[in-house]
């Protein structure tokens, strides 16, 4: 263990109840005096927002507006507006995979930054779901499928973030672990389950000093979270949890029962249930005024912090980095995210230099997502990079000094989602300026307002946010030059009354019904309508698409255009004939916005489209092809044992192509390791259901997760929790265990001593066997006793990371907390011991554990 890791656990200890948090400097007294300032309308107006991300403003106690922002792998910040560029980090899964919490405490801070840049109090981020299932289609926004690696990966997102004067917001609070019918699901588990399982990282997030908590929109045992006792306890109490908890966006659905619950705040806002009706309810006691005050004290308490109270000092300032030393950091995640899986014959790192007797290096960059890389997931998460570094250009760039040919084949087509107009391809028609003209229409077609935007994809008004009040519709219009002849696709996509004209000519005129309510879909991805016509080469078109705004659906409206499909015969062709040709073959494979978003779950985990073809293919034509699996969360890899090396690079965040680039010609080690285990097919895998039953979501599974899944059920995965391998090797020589140097576990202490009390340190000694300098992730499992509800099988206990030059060896020191040698009692309430013997056993993933010690 680092003395990172020391300080961490020190720090985490020294406050379990979570009740002395950061520079507020605003003790309880000076808060309730400014509570008595307010009267009970203003008190009642506080409890929701005055817009969709922002809180009202109070100048009678100096209390300015508090602002909120999507973003656990960016601040997109308060508007859907491309022109507003954020930074775009990897995926949560790249985070956790890096099994590196000082480089995700750096990451925290780079947002914290970019927040304050933009005007950001609160972060809507991290997400603390578990990977319940790899069919779970916001995957990509958790962490992993351990608790015990969510919760310390979450909590150094959370110290960094919280350190730049931005509150971190652990989210959804709970069991919100898939996306069909999530506004309305009933997850049933187990108590047991629940509190060892899936309420673990929020217990960490709050020992962290977590400033805020969103309740999810799903019902937990029959109640929905905005309205949950679990609000109250464990979070609010046993936990010590003294910030605000808000609501996810539409999750609070009624006034009496969400206020006399521990929720604190409805957003978005002004929430209809929340105003008047909750003024109404405490004036006549359906909702005591004690809990309201409540609520307005932890919002003024997380103004505080934030420094939006005029009553308490701001934050510290904190320096933003400079745009090159955050690209760097952001290159360097990359790297440390990439988890190499497979390496035969050590074909990685590849060479930047010709082979003997060539005089120049070839290199075959083949795939749908070589020049196009996907960098992030879908949904509320997403943002607008201002430039983005593809596989392709990151290694031409790495071998532009070479004389090295760089050679590119797409090999196969994957969207069929329309394409937006985008700089490239269209021209306002108004002012000729790349981009398209948006434009803000009355009842009677009357242009009321008029901007440039740079994306045929309007999710809100840029310019003017006032007009969501007085525009009836938006128009969006460009001219189109088309490149090649043939049939176009033009499409509208955009709910209710939509229109789509080319030249004047109508193609498009239809009335879009909603297919869901969620969120999601309605404000970021609604239906399209599309139109084919065909075009001349050299066709200048005008298109201008038309969509009247309703109530309730949302403002998103798109322009697109799409060439006529290419033979994917002849694409494969040529990508198989570069591949060929070249010293290696680079495969940039993976899964499009259709496949991984928030909003709906994956109904496949296969490759969509000819991808595995394609891949078969370019290995049987070269035997130097590594493969890139450009993914958030698992997909099957049929041909996994016929390519020599594979690489999983996430949603790799805007410097995919750098990083990616560093690690394929061994300028940086492959850092990471599994966060979450890969099966090798998703049909007879022991992977949950993600599709309620009447409503329900049984966690039957109970504390199965992941590989104990997998071991229960006494099956392999393609690729084990852990797994990941380096550019070197290593032994493990040795194992001792300590007694631990710190108190018992949060909670109090279990009525035995030994372990379940104390927990426990464990020194493993790893030599570096290999030839270059390197970082190993040393991982211990602890087994127990079964206790007929949990078999005892191995579960991750601790974990550090250790470097080493060749041939040196270095001692990891992992501490254990008490809480490992814990269960939770359903009959008494509390945590108490798990039935021995206890082992503890340490190796590089949980397939593989060299090493075990007994405990006494």
Not at 337 to 355: F, I, M
Not at 699 to 714: D, F, I, K, Q, V
Not at 807 to 815: C, D, H, N, Q, T
Request: hydrophobic share 45%; charged share 20%.
């Amino acid at each position: 263990m680092t003395d990172a890791d020391d300080a961490t656990d020190d720090a985490a200890d020294a406050d379990p109840g979570g009740r002395d948090r950061g520079p507020a400097g605003i003790g309880r007294d000076r808060l309730d005096a400014l509570v008595a300032r307010l009267d009970l309308p203003a008190r009642i107006r506080l409890l929701s927002g005055a817009a969709t991300f922002r809180l009202p403003a109070e100048p009678a106690i100096g209390l300015r507006a508090v602002t909120f922002s999507d973003g656990p792998a960016g601040v997109r910040g308060e508007r859907w507006d491309e022109r507003a560029t954020s930074l775009a980090l990897p995926s949560p899964t790249a985070l956790a995979a890096s099994w590196d919490e000082e480089l995700v405490t750096e990451l925290g801070g780079l947002l914290a930054a970019e927040a304050r840049a933009k005007g950001i109090d609160v972060l809507l981020a991290p997400t603390l779901n578990l990977h319940r299932s790899p069919a779970a289609g916001r995957h990509f926004e958790c962490y992993s499928e351990d608790p015990l690696l969510t919760a310390r990966t979450a909590a150094a997102l959370i110290r960094g973030v919280q350190a730049g004067g931005v509150a971190a917001t652990a989210k959804h609070y709970v069991a919100n672990d898939s996306e069909t019918e999530r506004l309305t699901l009933d997850a049933r588990v187990g108590e047991r389950t629940l509190r060892e399982v899936y309420m673990a990282p929020f217990e960490e997030a709050v020992r962290a000093g977590v400033w805020a908590v969103m309740s999810a929109y799903n019902r937990v045992n029959g109640v929905t979270m905005s309205e949950s006792p679990l609000l109250d306890e464990p979070l609010k109490g046993a936990w010590g949890f003294d910030g605000v908890v808000v609501s996810d966006w539409g999750a609070v659905r009624s006034t009496v029962a969400a206020a006399r619950a521990a929720q604190d705040l409805a957003m978005p806002g002004p929430h209809p249930l929340w105003g008047e009706p909750l003024l109404a309810a405490v004036r006549d006691g359906r909702v005591p005024q004690e809990a309201v005050d409540d609520k307005v004290r932890r919002l003024l308490l997380l103004a505080a912090r934030v420094g939006a109270l005029d009553a308490a000092p701001g934050p510290r300032p904190v320096a933003a980095p400079a745009p090159a030393d955050a690209r760097a950091l952001l290159r360097r995640a990359v790297a440390a995210g990439c988890v190499l899986l497979r390496n035969e014959g050590e074909l990685l790192p590849l060479p930047a230099q010709a082979p003997p007797g060539r005089a120049a290096l070839k290199v075959a960059v083949i795939g749908p997502n070589a020049a196009a890389a996907r960098v992030q997931g879908g949904g509320s998460a997403a943002v607008f990079p201002a430039a983005v570094v593809s596989p392709l250009a990151g290694i031409r760039e790495a071998l532009s000094h070479g004389g090295a040919e760089v050679v590119h084949a797409e090999g196969v087509l994957l969207t069929t989602r329309p394409t937006p107009l985008h700089p490239g391809n269209a021209r306002n028609p108004r002012t000729a300026e790349p981009g398209v003209l948006v434009r803000y229409l009355d009842a009677a077609g009357a242009e009321i307002h008029a901007e440039h935007r740079l994306s045929g994809s309007v999710l809100e008004s840029g310019d003017a946010p006032a007009l969501a009040g007085s525009a009836a519709a938006v128009e969006v219009s460009a001219l189109v030059t088309t490149a090649t002849a043939g049939e176009w696709r033009f499409s509208v996509v955009g709910l209710g009354a939509v229109t789509l004209r080319a030249d004047g000519e109508t193609l498009v005129d239809t009335y879009v019904v909603p297919e869901s309510e969620d969120p999601t879909y309605v404000h970021v991805a609604p239906s399209f309508s599309t139109a084919v016509r065909k075009v001349a080469a050299g066709d200048e078109l005008l298109l201008e698409a038309v969509r009247r705004w309703e109530p309730a659906h949302g403002r998103a409206v798109a322009l697109a255009a799409d060439p006529p499909r290419p033979d994917e015969d002849a694409l494969l062709d040529a990508a198989v004939a570069a591949a060929r040709g070249a010293d290696a073959a680079v495969v940039v494979v993976g899964t499009t916005g259709e496949i991984e978003s928030e909003g709906f779950d994956r109904t496949s985990l296969a490759l969509p489209g000819r991808q595995d073809e394609l891949v078969a293919a370019v290995a049987a034509a070269n035997p130097r092809t590594v493969v890139v699996v450009n993914s958030g969360g698992p997909v099957e890899l049929p041909w996994r044992e016929s390519v020599p090396a594979l690489l999983l690079s996430w949603f790799p965040g805007q410097e995919a192509g750098l990083g990616l680039a560093d690690v394929l010609f061994g300028r940086a080690e492959p850092g990471g390791r599994l966060p979450t285990t890969w099966a090798a097919r998703a049909e007879g895998a022991p992977l949950p259901a993600t599709t309620p039953v009447a409503g329900v979501l049984d966690y039957a599974e109970g504390p199965y997760l992941g590989h104990r899944a997998w071991r229960r059920a006494g099956a392999a995965p393609a690729y084990w929790f852990g797994h990941g391998l380096g550019y070197t090797t290593w032994s493990y020589e040795r194992l001792d265990v300590q007694p631990a140097d710190s108190g018992a576990a949060p909670g109090g202490p279990a009525a035995h001593g030994g372990p379940a009390a104390d927990g426990a340190v464990v020194g493993v000694r790893v030599r570096n066997t290999g030839p270059r300098p390197g970082r190993e992730v040393v991982q211990v499992y602890l087994t127990t006793g079964p206790d007929g509800y949990d078999d005892g099988g191995p579960r991750l206990a601790g974990y550090t990371a250790v470097h080493a030059d060749p041939g040196a060896s270095a001692v990891a020191r992992v501490r254990i907390a008490a809480r490992a040698f814990q269960r939770w009692s359903p009959e008494e309430q509390r945590w108490v011991p798990r039935p021995g013997p206890y082992t503890l056993h340490a190796g590089p993933s949980a397939a593989r554990q060299p090493l075990s010690r007994p405990l006494a």
